[in-house]
Nanobody, 124 residues
Framework: QVQLVESGGGLVQAGGSLRLSCAVSGRTGSTYTMGWFRQAPGKEREFVAAISWSGGRTYYADSVQGRFTISRNNAKNTVYLQMNSLQPEDTAVYYC?????????????????WGQGTQVTVSS
């Protein structure tokens, strides 16, 4: 089992920045791919970014490419999502997710473990 706890959400003005963190505990010795997803009210959960175990490969949704950066520190068992140039359309609950084996990086069905989510609200 893997437990994920997100933190770092909050209220920010448009153009501002936030850094989300995801603390990973449990079977941290496994080579998990980590991802960030988000869900706005009335909308489906959507892929934001993902990172391989080594950190050597990263993937981003087109909507956040160039503004968001995913990274990980395996020594600290933590995954980060640096979010810059935030816009009101980025408002959502952001979820951290883990997958022991993945083929489709942007599919939430591929991720076995999920955190409880952290709210990000961007005001205009």
């Amino acid at each position: 089992q893997v437990q994920l706890v997100e933190s770092g959400g909050g209220l920010v003005q448009a153009g501002g920045s936030l850094r989300l963190s995801c603390a990973v505990s449990g079977r941290t010795g496994s080579t998990y791919t980590m991802g960030w997803f988000r869900q706005a009210p009335g909308k489906e959960r959507e892929f934001v970014a993902a990172i391989s175990w080594s950190g050597g490969r990263t993937y981003y949704a087109d909507s956040v490419q160039g503004r968001f950066t995913i990274s990980r520190n395996n020594a600290k068992n933590t995954v980060y999502l640096q979010m810059n140039s935030l816009q009101p359309e980025d408002t959502a609950v952001y979820y951290c997710a883990a997958s022991p084996r993945i083929t489709a990086w942007n599919s939430h069905y591929e991720y076995n473990y999920w955190g409880q989510g952290t709210q990000v609200t961007v005001s205009s």
